[in-house]
């Protein structure tokens, strides 16, 4: 599978900002997608995951209630909406898949063979 992000930009804090993430090839309804973001000097970390198939949405704590990630089949193409940013949320953004469900796994980088480039996102104070 190839992936497609784009939607970063430079916003203020309290901003919204979409995400989306076109994917081509295989898909299936085992896919996992995952939208991760690594700040400069930081490691990449987990920031949420959505089950192709059948829905289901996993989230770090520190987006829950703020952002929210969803697919539309049609369209193969997985978002995320990301609303009341924050300065600590800039970030170069990547989204990335995965076959098989295994929700202990969702949440590592390194469970994921297949990666996007990345979008920058930067939320000013």
């Known amino acids: 599978v190839q992936l497609q992000a784009s939607g970063g930009g430079l916003v203020q804090a309290g901003g919204s900002l979409r995400l989306s993430c076109a994917a081509s090839?295989?898909?299936?309804?085992?896919?996992?997608m995952g939208w991760f973001r690594q700040a400069p000097g930081k490691e990449r970390e987990f920031v949420a995951a959505i089950i192709w198939g059948g829905g289901n949405t996993y989230y770090t704590d520190s987006v829950k209630g703020r952002f929210t990630i969803s697919r539309d089949n049609a369209k193969n193409t997985v978002y995320l909406q990301m609303n009341s940013l924050k300065p600590e949320d800039t970030a170069v953004y990547y989204c990335?898949?995965?076959?098989?469900?295994?929700?202990?796994?969702?949440?590592?980088?390194?469970?994921?063979?297949?990666w996007g480039q990345g979008t920058q996102v930067t939320v000013s104070s």
């Open positions: 090839g295989r898909t299936f309804s085992s896919t996992v």
């Open positions: 990335a898949a995965r076959y098989g469900y295994n929700s202990a796994t969702y949440y590592s980088p390194r469970n994921y063979g297949y």
